[in-house]
């Protein structure tokens, strides 16, 4: 069993940044991969970007590459988004995941546990 708290969500300008953080307790020692995805009412969960826990790999979604930048910090097993040059399109609800499954992985059914949720709002 793994818990996911996120925090740092909030309203920003468009062109501004923010950082999410999403701490993990529990049975930590099996989380291989750690990922963030995003839902707006009406259309599915997307992905925004993955890292692996072991050696820090990340991955992202076209459309916020260059823009946001994940991070770990394995001692405080907790992962950060960063996003910059926020967007009004990145509205959304941002939810932090985590995979015990080896490598890394970008599909939302690969995660087992899943965040509280975190809303961003983006204002033009």
């Known amino acids: 069993q793994v818990q996911l708290v996120e925090s740092g969500g909030g309203l920003v300008q468009a062109g501004g940044s923010l950082r999410l953080s999403c701490a993990a307790s529990?049975?930590?020692?099996?989380?291989?991969?750690m990922g963030w995805f995003r839902q707006v009412p009406g259309k599915e969960r997307e992905f925004v970007g993955s890292?692996?826990?072991?050696?820090?790999?990340?991955y992202y979604a076209d459309s916020v590459k260059g823009r946001f930048t994940i991070s770990r910090d394995g001692a405080k097993n907790t992962v950060y988004l960063q996003m910059n040059s926020l967007k009004p399109e990145d509205t959304a609800i941002y939810y932090c995941?985590?995979?015990?499954?080896?490598?890394?992985?970008?599909?939302?059914?690969?995660?087992?546990?899943w965040g509280q949720g975190a809303l961003v709002t983006v204002s033009s």
């Open positions: 995941a985590a995979s015990i499954r080896p490598g890394l992985v970008v599909g939302a059914g690969a995660y087992d546990y």
């Open positions: 529990g049975r930590t020692f099996s989380i291989y991969a």
């Open positions: 890292i692996n826990w072991l050696d820090g790999t990340t």
